[in-house]
């Protein structure tokens, strides 16, 4: 069964996209915890941190440029965090790699 964020790639529901390529999506998250939350996702079903290949180097690695680059883009130059959860205990609702970049205010240390 795909996932919300499958749906979301595939253009069977909506999201507010802001950045796509050949490799990976970026949508504002519907529901923010801070004035700037983007999720980044991979079109690549990875389901977690966890479900990650060694062939997937390449691509986690681009991730994390398209995430630098929004966050320039984003004027998060004050900094911001960049989120994974994996499994239960992280809370992770949906089982689609993602990255949280939260932005936008002071964050706090250590999370809940
Ligand atoms: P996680 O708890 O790490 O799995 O995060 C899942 C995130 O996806 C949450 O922050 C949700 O608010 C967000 N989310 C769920 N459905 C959608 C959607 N349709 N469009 C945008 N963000 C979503």
Same mark, same amino acid.
């Given at each position: 069964?795909?996932?919300?964020? $499958?749906? #979301?790639?595939?253009?069977?529901?909506? %999201? *507010?996209?802001?950045? &796509?390529?050949?490799?990976? !999506?970026?949508?504002?998250?519907?529901?923010?915890?801070?004035?700037?939350?983007?999720?980044?996702?991979?079109? $690549?079903? #990875?389901?977690?941190?966890?479900?990650? %290949? *060694?062939?997937?180097? &390449?691509?986690?690695?681009? !991730?994390?440029?398209?995430?630098?680059?929004?966050?320039?883009?984003?004027?998060?130059?004050?900094?911001?965090?960049?989120?994974?959860?994996?499994?239960?205990?992280?809370?992770?609702?949906?089982?689609?790699?993602?990255?949280?970049?939260?932005?936008?205010?002071?964050?706090?240390?250590?999370?809940?």
């Amino acid at each position: 069964m795909s996932t919300i964020f $499958k749906k #979301i790639i595939d253009r069977e529901i909506p %999201a *507010d996209i802001i950045y &796509e390529d050949d490799l990976c !999506l970026a949508f504002n998250d519907i529901n923010p915890k801070a004035p700037v939350h983007v999720l980044v996702i991979p079109k $690549k079903e #990875i389901a977690s941190t966890d479900d990650i %290949a *060694d062939e997937d180097k &390449e691509l986690i690695g681009h !991730l994390f440029t398209v995430i630098r680059d929004l966050a320039r883009s984003l004027n998060l130059g004050d900094g911001y965090r960049v989120v994974a959860n994996c499994g239960p205990h992280a809370g992770q609702e949906v089982p689609h790699l993602h990255y949280h970049i939260l932005g936008g205010r002071r964050m706090t240390w250590p999370p809940g």
